[in-house]
């Protein structure tokens, strides 16, 4: 059932909105040094660049008339509404995010912020880094230290076996290599 006037695929992007605040209060709120540095980079420009632009925009397309049948403004005021949900967001993870560097006891184990190689029985490898909920999105090679696999690996050296539960049960990955950066 939907309320009125909001569609079904407004609703599933609500949805995914709210999974995505739950896990990242659920997360572990630790970060790398590089991954925080993206995030005050991405929120620097978002404040300092991207929403002084699109409020130009809201003013403009106000100074017009008629803002109910004004396209640019609505879709300009929706986007700066955006634009302060992520500014809101991101100033509170940054304040409540613990950055975790590279210390030399790490190596030769699985830690926080290393790469890993892991091979399975078919002989399929994967390669990896292990990062905070925060830094996954956009990297096809980084996993969260809240998944699985990564919770499987944690503080295993290079031979090991590790047990990843999976749906169908479990799966066994062994670890090839492992290294961090410097």
């Known amino acids: 059932m939907f309320v009125e006037g909001v569609t079904a ?40 660049e991207h929403r002084p632009d699109i409020t130009q925009k809201v003013t403009w397309a106000a100074s017009l008339g008629d803002r109910s049948e004004n396209a640019d403004y609505q879709y ?64 096809m090679d980084y996993i969260s230290i809240d998944s699985p696999m990564a919770r499987a690996l944690l503080k295993k050296e290079v031979g090991d076996e590790a047990a990843v539960p999976v749906p169908a049960g479990t799966k066994l990955w062994w670890i090839t290599h492992i290294e961090y950066p410097k």
Request: charged fraction near 40%.
């Open 76 to 139: 300009n005021k929706k986007l700066l509404r955006e634009i302060d949900r992520r500014i809101r967001y991101l100033r509170k993870r940054l304040e409540d995010m613990r950055v975790v560097s590279y210390s030399p006891e790490q190596e030769g184990r699985v830690f926080f912020g290393a790469w890993v190689e892991v091979e399975d029985e078919e002989g399929e490898t994967k390669k990896f880094r292990i990062v905070g909920y925060d830094e996954i999105y956009g990297r």
């Open 9 to 48: 695929q407004a609703c599933r992007l609500g949805a995914v909105w709210i999974v995505r605040v739950l896990m990242s209060e659920m997360s572990t709120k630790i970060i790398t040094v590089e991954g925080h540095a993206a995030l005050k980079k991405e929120l620097d420009y978002l404040w300092r």
